[in-house]
C-alpha cells in the first residue's frame, strides 16, 4: 500500500477550496494602503483610495473594505499594501 506525499494529503484536505458553496455570499474584502500621490515621503496615507485620518475626536476612522467575488483576479498596486480578507474560508485542517 502506497502513502500519499504531504502534498497529496493537503490538496484532499483544502480541494474544496472556491467550489463549496456556502451561507454567504462569496466575496472577499480588500484593503489598500498606499502613499498619496505615489509619494513614498507622504505623510498622508490611502486606504482604497481614501485618505486615512483619524476622526475628530482622533479616533481610528471606519476601515470599509472594498468587496469583489473571490474568483475575480487581485490586482495590487506598485508602492502599496494589501490585506486579503476571506470572510467565508472555512479550512477544517487548521481547527
Known sequence: MKRKSFLETI???VSWVGNKAS?????REEY????????LR???????G??????????IPKLEPVRHGVK???YINPLSISF?????FDAP???
Request: proline share 11%.
Open 11 to 13: 490538496k484532499s484536505k
Open 23 to 27: 451561507d454567504g455570499y462569496l466575496n
Open 32 to 39: 489598500h494602503l498606499s502613499p498619496k500621490d505615489g509619494d
Open 42 to 48: 507622504s505623510k498622508i496615507m490611502l486606504l482604497n
Open 50 to 59: 481614501k485618505p486615512l485620518v483619524p476622526t475628530a475626536t482622533g479616533d
Open 72 to 74: 475575480s483576479p487581485v
Open 84 to 88: 486579503i480578507v476571506l470572510p467565508t
Open 93 to 95: 485542517a487548521c481547527s
